[in-house]
Structure formats: structure tokens, C-alpha cells
């Protein structure tokens, strides 16, 4: 077979695979995508721009804009990637994350950015505390304005977990033998399978260690997922709370639903203005 071999999925759509992996991959770093082609080619450029060696595999759900263009022009920089349709995010997640090999993981979407030198604070946070399962950094939001805006990212407790979700999912590096033994995220969640996955991580080997500097951008634009299903997204949040506190803390009743609501309300709003 050549490098770059072009077989058809059992869903019925290609998918292109390159046997020529990074052999010495420190972090396997997964991108699901889907109709991301104004963003998916930013984030390529901010994992391989990294000082510490990775392994890029792209899961696309068969997207239908110039992503295929991007990924063809990447395809000598990938491990893999592959593009048809999935089972959903999650399940793209953990599919990828398979197909790799390096002793660290992470995922990264597709209209999200790596911090220059990011991933090596996150490995070295690691190396440093060998019985932490995860750690993570400080993130930006990037609005499409261009203003960055820090997201709410705390040290780790339990309690402040229990609150709110102080981890930012782009800024996260996890060790492979932790994901694989907790069975990475959970495929039935469809937007807090990050933090359902903060909470498995903790509750089976303790804290996970935070990192105080930036080390990703969360992109903010109108077709993210969170921003059009807040009041999913906060429901699905509250789930996972009581599945691994056994309660559900009275902040989540209170002032943070009138949050959900508003933002819910003007994104809406900002979507009818658009069409």
C-alpha cells in the first residue's frame, strides 16, 4: 500500500490514513472536526508548531466545505485522518485517541488553538507529579472581534469542581494509561463529556494539577456548539454533578441559571439578527 491510501469506510464515505506516524510522538493530539474550514487549518498550525514532539490525528464527520482541502494539504503532517460519518463527537474522540500511541493525550477542536509552548508546560507538570492523571493551563477566549478574555480557570479542589467547571478543555493534557483505564469520555454525553471526565479522572487517582499559564484559546464565534445549546449543555452539566457528588450544589440553582438563560437568549437573538 502507498503512504497515502485512499479505502472506503464501512459508513460508506473514504477516509485517508498516512503509515508514516512521528516515531518518537511525546502527545497524541486529536481534532475532531466538522464543517470547520475557516478555523481547522489555525489549529493544525498551533499543534505542530509545539516544541515537544506530537502525532495529529484528525477525526472530520464528513464535513462538506474545504476541510478535505486542508487535511489533503496537511496529510504529510498527520498520523491520520479521516473523514466520514461518526458517532458523534465523543465517540470521534476516543476513536482517535486508539489510533495513537505517544504517552500523553489530548484533544484540541477544530476552531480551538494551542498556545505557543503550551503542550510543554502540560507534559512538564506531569513529568513533575507522576501520580497526577491530567493537568491543565490557563485559557483565552478569543472573541471574533479579536479580544481575548481570560476563562474562569481554578487550582484544583474538589469543592470548586463540584461548583462549576474550573477546567478548560483545550488547555488539558491527560496520561494515556489514566485515559484508557477510566475509558476515555463518555460517547452517550454530548457537552460535558469534558467534565464528566475531569470528575472519572479525579475519582480514580486523585487531583489533577494545574498549570498557571496560558496554554490554549478557546475560539468564541456564532456556530460553537456550547453557545447554541446552553440550556442542554447546563442541564447535562447538572447530570454529571450529581452522578459523581451525590448532590448538587445550591450555586447551581441560583444565580448561574439566570446566566445560562440570558446567554441562551441573546445568542438566539444574535442568530435571528444574522438571518
Not at 497524541?28 to 514532539?53: C, H, K, M, R
Not at 503532517?77 to 505517544?102: E, F, K, M, P
Not at 494509561?177 to 487517582?205: H, P
Request: aromatic fraction near 10%; proline fraction near 4%.
Amino acid at each position: 500500500m502507498g503512504r497515502k491510501d485512499v479505502i472506503f469506510g464501512t459508513k460508506g464515505s473514504f477516509f485517508e490514513s498516512s503509515e508514516d506516524a512521528a516515531p518518537a510522538a511525546k502527545v497524541t493530539v486529536v481534532v475532531p472536526s466538522f464543517n470547520q474550514g475557516g478555523y481547522l487549518e489555525a489549529a493544525l498550525s498551533s499543534i505542530a508548531a509545539q516544541d515537544v514532539p506530537t502525532e495529529i490525528i484528525v477525526m472530520d464527520g464528513g464535513s462538506t466545505d474545504n476541510s478535505l482541502a486542508i487535511l489533503r494539504k496537511w496529510s504529510h503532517r498527520l498520523a491520520h485522518w479521516q473523514s466520514c460519518t461518526d458517532d458523534g463527537q465523543a465517540a470521534a474522540i476516543n476513536d482517535g485517541v486508539s489510533r495513537g500511541s505517544a504517552p500523553y493525550v489530548c484533544w484540541l477542536n477544530s476552531d480551538d488553538m494551542l498556545e505557543c509552548g503550551g503542550l510543554r508546560l502540560l507534559v512538564e507538570a506531569l513529568e513533575a507529579n507522576p501520580l497526577a492523571p491530567a493537568a491543565y493551563g490557563n485559557v483565552l477566549n478569543l472573541a471574533s472581534s479579536g479580544a481575548h478574555r481570560k476563562v474562569w480557570v481554578q487550582s484544583f479542589s474538589e469543592r470548586k469542581l463540584s461548583i462549576r467547571c474550573i477546567i478548560s478543555q483545550p488547555g488539558t493534557l491527560i496520561r494515556r494509561a489514566s485515559w484508557e483505564a477510566v475509558g476515555g469520555v463518555d460517547a452517550k454525553l454530548s457537552f460535558a463529556m469534558d467534565y464528566d471526565l475531569w470528575w472519572r479522572l479525579y475519582r480514580s487517582f486523585g487531583p489533577l494539577v494545574h498549570v498557571p499559564q496560558v496554554t490554549a484559546i478557546n475560539r468564541m464565534h456564532s456556530q460553537t456548539k456550547t453557545r447554541n445549546n446552553r440550556v442542554a449543555h447546563y442541564a447535562e452539566a447538572i447530570a454529571v454533578v450529581r452522578r459523581h457528588y451525590n448532590h448538587v450544589p445550591m450555586k447551581w440553582w441560583l444565580a448561574q441559571p439566570y446566566s445560562v438563560w440570558w446567554k441562551a437568549f441573546t445568542a438566539a437573538i444574535g442568530n435571528l439578527n444574522r438571518n
